[in-house]
């Protein structure tokens, strides 16, 4: 009678870990998610590669690779907060206080540090193997093979007297770790459990596995059974192994094992070996009911684990399939776990081929391959921290657990050239960490593998803990790629001191957390309304002082009305949102891109919960195939663009941005949808309801929608964005009207046309032909036109199924260019009929703002409306902001949206963005902690070595015995003195050789830097010159202090016009009259700063621009356009103007500057480095990194070089661009720059 299959459901509730490249669990986490490598070469406080590393050697005493992963040196441990003696840790193994650390740290992250239950009832139980180590192998050192090399040295040296030989021993055992009485508990292997029953009183069981590298995962299975069976009420479970000899290589170098190309590459075609690694973890089990009971944050949920040896095999060293399948079915079978559920593998892959073909037949054998549920993600730790030996499978498990906790799949090494057997397997490589979307039934599970030397294998099966992944429970993940600092005082003149105090304190503090002073200044801002509001966007603690060290000078300038800038600065004396509306606008198609939100989901689950929602759908459905496949998988992007699949994956990401927008505080006071964002347009204003019923709805819409367009039942057309104005548009398509149509209305300067391809290449090329810049849109539907108007039978069997109410939130209609009725029956007429009517965004948007709204939000995932709104209110009181861009990290601009926002003076809770990242109040009136004190962790091995002066002392003795000679034999003697002979005519020679190659060096190296390159060897002072071209015409100045000029920028007859275009100077071989787009390089605009600053500087020099940053390009307008320059002397660092440019044509961005930067002045430039021999180009790139003006021969033209590789500026607007030019033709001595 076979066994009822019973899971363990064990809670994982804490977990602390050490691995190569990562001093704890958030490092390691973000290292997997980054597939970052830590394999290095081994340190030579290990062992020395110089002696052994060989890898065309067979010798025994060789090794064929040097690689591995290694901890991070040195290796800090606290001994004195665990009451423990420096000289113990040094006579010890160094895996002991590993393992004692980290099962500190593991309590700690599991909030029981200071709470454990019943320590009668708490086992340990540790997974390490008896290998060398540093304890042992000093003991060894003491003992036996001290008397074997005094007694080989006995031998070699007879008159050495007993005294000399006594001094001998003293001085080698004077340099090995000590051993004696205090240190002897800690060279015990089994000592390791048992010192951490003894640090912190635990009564339970504590004992050592020793299974080869399943230790840690045979250590799991019985810490969880003495859970379950309750001989325990928590469990401490750990792996630990550090590589302190070359003996682990030894061995696996004899059994042709050790990778020589020192590259980890498990599963993979490319794997040529086992790369070492090393490290520690720990993790705290409690029966899964009572940590629910207790509130625990739960990692996961442990349901079983299988344990199998192999039985007779090839061989105790031949990995087997079989085995590895047995302990596989015996997890599943025991624990009721189907394995058709489990997402994602966790292999052992240690890389040696043979070991991993074994595992791959095995995991083949154990998994189903076909339908949907036969997919699975595969990875190994072992590929960028190598093989950790009895750590290897704690190194696995906390990775799953952490994948569950996060919802995410980490990448996998070698995806480029995967293993053939996993082709048809059901199992893949992620080349990329994504999202764990799961539209399943049933939970996301992950299995674990580890298998051991020997036969002995483990497999662990892991289950989310949906209850604490979808809380603010806090995870791994707690760095972001920048923070947002918000700022608040009563009026700008307190914040401004304000900001020039937190500078101060920040100066005497690096050691705060950004993360925790973000949060801390966050809620002290947004305590009171306060009056005058500064939001920044920063990426370092180092990063805020400068920031606000620039910033305070222009709050303290009354003239400047507001402060915004591509980096994140957000300030307004006048914000429009403290008394106006707030606008949520929708987007439809086309707002899609391959990753979007795929940062935001790990962060916040309500955000992925959407794309849990969509998958479900779709499964469920069969309809179309589930949105996260193409929006986070591998498979082709162009199904992204698919009818269904595009609505459905559009709507997914707006409904989840519109779900964290509300945890933000934002509500706003007008909706509007565009195209078929207006959907959720209707739910934001409460008109529809998002529940089950309207889902499923949607979807079936969708599945309607993907089959007539597969089948040809939508109407098809050339769709083409057109930067123009309607009226142009229009005046384009003329006799057209009624073939082609205005399908979009956008902005002044944005249109989308729809027709007849054929008719649209007519238009098209009249637009170009003006100078008009296009573009094809990625899909071919005929919306917004009459064509469409067959399809519209979903959409109204859609509308007619909801129960649809009067807008709670005013809702404003792209149809009809204003509010929608309140009547139900009149919102379902209107949402259906702007399927078959133009879009009139533009005409909406300047009703929304005559209505009152100031703040417009992009709820869409690529920022386009933000753009297009603030493209129709130009000029005229209004922000508008994206919740997430393509260019930018989806964390960074949500930093952006929320600076902005409360620089706006919006009402949010910012406490949202930290609410998984356990921020840690700041006092910066506090002193720094001291740093406690810590040992260095010594690993290698403890080498016996005599000191210099006893060797020396040796030596003498040895050298005054005299030593025969025996005689050379007369045949010997006479081919010895010809060579001497021959040996003494070579070194003449080559003496003379030498002679004339350091001769013709000084001659080369003489001209090279005297006659090749003419240049003063000390600073020089430039010609005067009157003001350059670009000083443009002088309208206020202050001498000294500040200046504006005004600088007319005409195309006609500027050279740089007429060759610095986008499409070149001609973009047509049909018609040669066309030109590209003429734009003002970057150059130039940099030049223009400099040549108004210097009106500042008379009599000094400009030697160098710094922060130069364009918010894009300026193109040239069929009329003269004025660019205005104000530029102001920085009284805090003399030499230094700040200068910015405006464009006061009209499509300037009104009071936010389109160029800015530092001009710094001296009192003469230094000399351009004379060139040296022997320097590579890297070396000559690499000392060019400053930006600085140098003179070179016979000019002065600046040099700009890029000091960071920012993006350059773009077409669309709101891209950053730092001085990113390779030689600026700054004509500091006159003249016109030349264009590109």
């Known amino acids: 009678m076979s066994r009822r299959p019973r899971p363990l459901d064990v809670a994982i509730v804490g977990m602390a870990c050490r691995f190569p490249g990562a001093g704890d669990l958030c490092a390691y986490w973000a290292n997997a998610l980054a597939g970052r490598s830590a394999i290095s070469e081994a340190p030579a406080s290990r062992w020395d590669a110089a002696t052994f590393h060989d890898p065309d050697s067979t010798s025994p005493g060789r090794v064929a690779g040097c690689c591995g992963g290694y901890l991070d040196e040195p290796i800090a441990f606290d001994a004195a907060s665990f009451g423990i003696m420096p000289r113990t840790v040094a006579g010890g193994e160094p895996e002991q206080f590993l393992m004692l650390d980290a099962a500190r740290s593991a309590l ?25 180590n540093r ?41 090995l770790p000590p051993f004696e009485a205090s240190t002897i508990p800690g060279q015990l292997t089994n000592a390791t459990a048992g010192r951490i029953a003894d640090q912190f009183n635990l009564a339970g069981a504590s004992f050592v596995v020793d299974a080869a590298s399943a230790s840690a995962l045979v250590a799991l299975d019985l810490g969880a059974r003495a859970v379950v069976g309750r001989r325990a009420e928590l469990a401490l479970v750990g ?9 682990f290589r030894l061995v696996f170098s004899r059994l042709g094992g050790l990778s020589p190309s020192g590259r980890s590459r498990p599963f993979s075609e490319d794997a040529d070996g086992l790369v070492p690694g090393e490290g520690v973890g720990v993790v705290v089990l409690k029966r899964l009911a009572d940590a629910e009971r207790d509130g625990d944050r739960v990692y996961a949920v442990l349901k079983g684990v299988g344990v199998a040896s192999d039985g007779r095999g090839a061989g105790l060293a031949a990995p087997d399939a079989r085995g590895h399948l047995r302990s596989m079915r015996r997890a599943y079978q025991t624990s009721g776990v189907d394995p058709a559920t489990v997402g994602y593998v966790e292999g052992h892959g240690i890389g040696v081929p043979a070991a991993d073909r074994a595992e791959l037949r095995a995991l083949r054998a154990a998994f189903p391959t076909g339908g949907r549920r036969g997919r699975r993600v595969l990875g190994a730790a072992s590929a960028f921290i190598g093989h950790a030996m009895p750590a290897a499978g704690m190194a696995g498990l906390i990775k799953a657990a952490l994948g569950l906790h996060h919802r995410m799949l980490p990448p996998s090494a070698g995806a480029d050239r995967p293993h053939r057997l996993l082709r048809g397997s059901g199992l893949t490589l992620n080349p990329a960490a994504r999202p764990w979307i799961n539209g399943e039934a049933s939970p996301r599970r992950a299995g674990v593998n580890a298998f051991g030397f020997a036969g002995i294998n483990a497999h662990a099966i892991l289950e989310e803990h949906a209850a604490s992944a979808d809380s603010a429970t806090p995870g791994a993940m707690l760095t972001w790629p920048s923070e947002a600092i918000l700022l608040a005082a009563e009026d700008r003149t307190a914040l401004a001191a304000a900001a020039r105090r937190l500078a101060s304190r920040l100066r005497a503090r690096p050691d705060v957390v950004l993360k925790d002073l973000a949060a801390t200044l966050a809620r002290e801002a947004t305590a009171d309304r306060a009056g005058s509001r500064l939001g920044l966007v920063v990426e370092s603690t180092a990063d805020l002082v400068d920031r606000l060290e620039s910033l305070t000078s222009r709050l303290e300038d009354p003239a400047r009305t507001s402060i915004r800038d591509s980096r994140g600065a957000y300030f307004w004396e006048a914000p429009a949102g403290r008394d106006g509306g707030v606008g949520l606008l929708f987007p439809g ?26 998958d479900r759908l779709a499964i469920e459905s069969g309809a179309i195939e589930p949105p996260s496949d193409g929006l986070f998988g ?23 941005l519109h779900g964290l927008l509300r945890n933000l505080g934002v509500r706003p006071t007008a909706v509007v949808g565009h195209s078929s964002g207006e959907f959720l347009a209707l739910a934001a204003a409460g008109a529809v309801q998002v529940d089950r019923d309207f889902e499923i709805h949607l979807n079936e819409m969708a599945a309607v929608f993907a089959r007539l367009d597969s089948s040809g039942g939508v109407a098809s057309a050339r769709l083409v964005g057109a930067a123009t104005s309607r009226e142009r548009a229009e005046a384009a398509i003329g006799e057209l009207n009624g073939v082609v149509s205005v399908a979009v209305d956008n902005c002044p300067r944005q249109v989308v046309l729809a027709g007849v391809p054929e008719a649209v290449e007519t238009v098209v090329s009249r637009l170009r032909h003006a100078g008009v810049m296009t573009e094809e849109l990625p899909f071919s539907r005929a919306y917004h036109t009459p064509a469409f108007a067959p399809a519209v039978g979903p959409i109204r069997e859609f509308f007619d199924r909801l129960d649809v109410k009067s807008p709670a939130t005013p809702l404003y209609s792209c149809c009809s260019a204003g509010r929608f009725d309140e009547d ?25 703002h005559a209505d009152g709204v100031r703040v417009f939000i992009d709820v869409g995932a690529r920022g386009n409306l933000a753009n297009f709104a603030e493209d129709v209110l130009r000029g005229r009181p209004a922000f508008a902001v994206a919740a997430n861009v393509p260019r930018r990290s989806g964390l960074t601009q949500l930093n952006h949206l929320v600076a902005s926002l409360f620089a706006q003076g919006l009402p949010i809770t910012p406490e949202h963005l930290y609410m998984r990242r356990r921020p840690e109040p700041v006092d910066l009136d506090a002193p720094p902690p001291a740093p406690g004190p810590v040992v260095a962790l010594q690993v290698g091995f403890p080498e016996i070595r005599l000191t210099e002066a006893v060797a020396s002392r040796l030596r003498a003795r040895t050298e005054a015995r005299p030593v025969p000679t025996p005689p050379a034999s007369p045949r010997e003697e006479a081919p010895l003195e010809a060579d001497a002979a021959a040996d003494e005519a070579m070194l003449a020679r080559l003496g003379t050789m030498e002679q004339f190659l350091r001769t013709q060096r000084r001659v080369m190296e003489e001209y090279l830097n005297s006659a090749a390159i003419e240049e003063p060897a000390g600073p020089s002072s430039p010609p005067e010159f009157g003001p350059g071209p670009w000083a443009g015409e002088v309208r206020r100045i202050e001498p000294g202090v500040s200046v504006e000029a005004v600088i007319n920028l005409d ?16 973009v047509s071989a049909v018609d040669p009259t066309m030109r590209g787009l003429p734009v003002l390089p970057f150059t130039v605009m940099a030049e223009m700063l400099a040549q108004v600053a210097a009106r500042l500087m008379p009599g000094r020099t400009i030697v160098g621009l710094r922060e130069v940053r364009a918010r894009r390009w300026i193109r040239y307008e069929d ?3 004025p660019l205005e320059v104000v530029a102001q002397v920085d009284p805090e660092r003399p030499g230094e103007v700040r200068a910015s440019l405006f464009n006061r044509g009209p499509a300037g961005l009104g009071e936010d500057p389109e160029v800015e930067g530092v001009v710094i002045f001296g009192h003469g430039r230094e000399a351009a480095p004379r060139r040296r021999l022997g320097r590579s180009p890297h070396q000559r790139r690499a000392s060019s990194t400053l930006i600085r003006c140098t003179p070179t021969s016979g000019s002065s033209t600046a040099r700009l070089c890029r000091p960071s590789p920012r993006s350059a500026p773009s077409m669309g607007g709101g891209s950053t661009a730092s001085s990113e030019c390779y030689r600026a033709a700054a004509s500091i001595a006159g003249g016109r720059p030349r264009g590109r």
């Open 1119 to 1121: 009329a003269p356009i």
């Open 589 to 614: 198609e086309g707002s899609q891109y391959p990753g979007m939100l795929a940062d935001l989901c790990p962060h916040f689950p309500e955000v992925r919960a959407r794309f849990d929602a969509a």
């Open 239 to 247: 792996g630990v192994y550090l590589e302190a000899d070359v003996d």
């Open 135 to 175: 304890g042992n192998l000093a003991r060894l050192q003491h003992g036996r093979i001290l008397e074997q090399t005094l007694g080989i040295l006995r031998s070699l040296h007879p008159e050495w007297s007993e005294a000399e030989v006594e001094a001998a021993r003293e001085d080698l055992r004077a340099g």
């Open 634 to 656: 591998t498979t082709d992007e162009s199904e992204l663009w698919r009818m269904g699949t595009a609505i459905n994956v559009v709507l997914t990401a707006q409904w989840a």
């Open 108 to 132: 700690a992250d599991a909030g029981l540090l200071d709470r454990l239950p019943d320590r009668r009832r708490i086992e340990v139980v540790v997974g390490r193997g008896n290998y060398f």
């Open 1051 to 1066: 195309a006609a007859g500027d050279p740089v016009a007429e060759h610095h275009t986008f499409g070149g100077r001609r």
């Open 824 to 848: 139900p029956e009149a919102v379902r007429r209107l949402a259906v009929a702007q399927w078959t009517r133009p879009v009139e965004f533009r005409r909406t948007v300047e009703a929304m």
